[in-house]
Nanobody, 119 residues
């Protein structure tokens, strides 16, 4: 059973940076891809970025392209989300997720970490 623990959130001023971490354990060889979602109260969860662990192919939502970078450290079974030039609209709870190959759904989720960007 895969377990994900995400961390690194906090309070930052607009224009600042944060790096989120998502550490995976248990059954990690089965993971095909990992991603970050974010959610604000009253809104649906929004996809932010993903990375395929085998070939490091990444994908981003348009609103974060050029500001956020998702990366992986295979030795540590950890995925990072480097967030630069943060904006107040980036404020949300960020959660990492992982999935198997050939499956569209994200099966495992972290507990979430709060990111707050002040103007």
């Amino acid at each position: 059973q895969v377990e994900l623990v995400d961390s690194g959130g906090g309070l930052v001023q607009a224009g600042g940076s944060l790096r989120l971490s998502c550490a995976a354990s248990g059954g990690t060889p089965s993971i095909y891809a990992m991603c970050w979602f974010r959610q604000t109260p009253g809104n649906e969860r929004e996809f932010v970025a993903s990375v395929v662990l085998k070939n490091a192919i990444t994908n981003y939502v348009d609103s974060v392209k050029g500001r956020f970078t998702i990366s992986k450290d295979s030795a540590k079974d950890t995925v990072y989300l480097q967030m630069n030039n943060l904006k107040p609209e980036d404020t949300a709870i960020y959660s990492c997720a992982a999935r198997l190959p050939y499956v569209a759904r994200w099966d495992w989720w972290g507990q979430g970490t709060q990111v707050t960007v002040s103007s």
